[in-house]
């Protein structure tokens, strides 16, 4: 069994700062990408960052020069850390990671979401 648990979300004043964690755990073999996404009220969820395994990171242009993600491979774990937060930047903000089980002998991997932590940016 598998699981992706975010934490950290919360409400912050515009131009504050937040660092949300992303947590895999269970039966991994491997992780390859991860990734942060976040979907606001009422519009589709979007990807915000990514982060391979090697240390290759890609950013949003919307987040470009304000969030930083990072990952600790030997805790199975990333972050995002959001600076410089703006009111639009309000909304779940979602992991996702790509796992190869250890159960899977076909060495196979899928994607395994988290269950979103919820992020507010007031003016």
């Known amino acids: 069994q598998v699981q992706v648990a975010e934490s950290g979300g919360g409400l912050v004043q515009a131009g504050g700062s937040l660092r949300l964690s992303c947590v895999a755990s269970?039966?991994?073999?491997?992780?390859?990408?991860m990734a942060w996404y976040r979907q606001a009220p009422g519009k589709q969820r979007e990807l915000v960052a990514t982060?391979?395994?090697?240390?290759?990171?890609n950013y949003a242009d919307s987040v470009k020069g304000r969030f930083s993600i990072s990952r600790d491979n030997a805790k199975n774990t990333m972050y995002l850390q959001m600076n410089s937060l703006k009111p639009e930047d309000t909304a779940v903000y979602y992991c996702k990671a790509e796992i190869t089980a250890s159960t899977n002998f076909l060495r196979t991997s899928r994607d395994y979401w988290g269950q979103g932590t919820q992020v507010t940016v007031s003016s």
């Open positions: 982060a391979t395994s090697g240390g290759s990171k």
């Open positions: 269970g039966s991994i073999f491997s992780i390859n990408r």
